[in-house]
């Protein structure tokens, strides 16, 4: 069974930094070839792509982050990392990551960043 697991949410300041993390089960081989994407969902509203990427370095991002955030993965560790810098308070939600591999789709449980002003 697939796993993605979240982590490196937590408080931050507005104009500070922080860094998630996404780590997968799934073999090297298979997570080389996967799409990893990073979600977010604030309260009350939909979930929404923040930025995804597709091997071998192909990278997409929501308007309202580029610039200041950046997703990169090492395929030896079956992780992807987005790094958030220059935060805003509305970058506030559960971040999730999300694998799509070649025989189906895996969420990871989520993880809170809320960003104080």
């Known amino acids: 069974q697939v796993q993605l697991v979240e982590s490196g949410g937590g408080l931050v300041q507005a104009g500070g930094s922080l860094r998630l993390s996404c780590r997968t089960s799934v073999r090297t081989s298979r997570f080389s070839g996967a799409t990893i994407g990073w979600y977010r969902q604030a309260p009350g509203k939909q979930r929404e792509l923040v930025a995804a990427?597709?091997?071998?370095?192909?990278?997409d991002y929501a308007d309202s982050v580029k610039g200041r955030f950046i997703i990169s993965r090492d395929n030896a560790k079956n992780t992807v990392y987005l790094q958030m810098n220059s935060v805003k308070p509305e970058d506030t939600g559960v971040y999730y990551c999300k694998g799509t591999f070649f025989d189906g789709t895996c969420w990871g449980q989520g993880s809170q960043v809320t960003v104080s002003s």
């Open positions: 990427t597709t091997n071998p370095v192909i990278a």
